[in-house]
């Protein structure tokens, strides 16, 4: 079982290992398997964020801010490592060969790195309405202050393809957004999953990201790179598809973790 009595002085700073490309994909067959074995268990539970990604288009249409529709969709994913939380959780059952079920995702909030778990979570919900922020910012700049949030989605289209200011747009905005995601990548791609393996506190499992994702660069952004694309599929048709890539990516995500950091 998890030693709950130690506290994060108590953990040297554990070794970060250099991985390839291979252990990626081994990653993800590993998180697949991980899925398949409690499928019905976890299924349900990432239900719940298609649902609240289809929710939050929805109103983006329904109150005239159609321009951030994009920036919502795209920064939620920086909030991924949040809602993988109970998954990794999950994963560390099944690796300790014990009985996993649907309750035992929720065994997070009773555990002994909650209050670290929370704090990263404000951590990301910050990153997410910094992003947020900068993508108003950029539309404000690019298209004129209120010009365009009214109007039907086919003229946004229009404005955004064929105008010089919706190019910048696309562009700045798009560059913008890279950079959220490389932040949101280094502090959050093992820091979740070694909160919920160890009591750490947060700044030690940011600090371990970061130090894995600079150890790994190549392996890192390549990572970034699979789960935008596989978001993107999963987004497809009506988000329903995050169902599955969901688990999936949060319980790679842990087999990840364990390839990179060894205490």
């Known amino acids: 079982m998890m030693d709950m009595s130690r506290t994060a002085a108590d953990y040297d700073a554990p070794a970060i290992n ?74 560390w059952r099944r690796e300790q060969g014990l009985e996993t079920h649907w309750r035992d995702a929720f065994q997070v909030f009773q555990h002994h790195s909650i209050g670290s778990i929370g704090m990263m979570t404000l951590i ?12 108003i910012t950029i539309y404000e700049f690019t298209l004129g202050k209120g010009a365009v949030w009214f109007l039907s989605p086919a003229e946004f289209v229009r404005e955004v393809l064929t105008t010089p200011q919706g190019v910048t747009l696309i562009v700045v905005g798009n ?4 950079l959220f995601a490389l932040i949101a990548l280094c502090i959050s791609m093992v820091s979740f999953p070694m909160l919920v393996d160890k009591d750490v506190g947060p ?23 699979i789960v935008a694309i596989l978001l993107f599929l999963g987004s497809l048709p009506f988000f329903l598809g995050l169902a599955v890539v969901m688990p999936v990516l949060g319980h790679a995500t842990w087999h990840l973790y364990r390839k990179l950091v060894q205490f």
């Open 175 to 178: 560059v913008a957004g890279l």
């Open 124 to 135: 990301l919900v910050g990153l997410y309405c910094a992003w947020l922020t900068t993508a």
């Open 203 to 225: 700044v030690n499992a940011v600090i371990t990201s970061i130090r894995a994702a600079l150890a790994n660069p190549g392996p890192a952004l390549a990572w970034g790179l």
């Open 18 to 91: 250099r991985i390839t490309f291979r252990d990626l994909k081994d990653a993800l067959a590993e998180g697949y398997a991980d899925y398949t074995e409690n499928r019905t268990d976890v299924l349900f539970l990432c239900l719940i964020y298609p649902l609240l990604m289809y929710v939050a288009v929805r109103m983006a249409f329904g109150y005239g801010v159609l321009p951030l529709i994009y920036p919502v969709f795209t920064g939620a994913a920086l909030l991924g490592p949040v809602v993988a939380v109970g998954l990794y959780h999950v994963s």
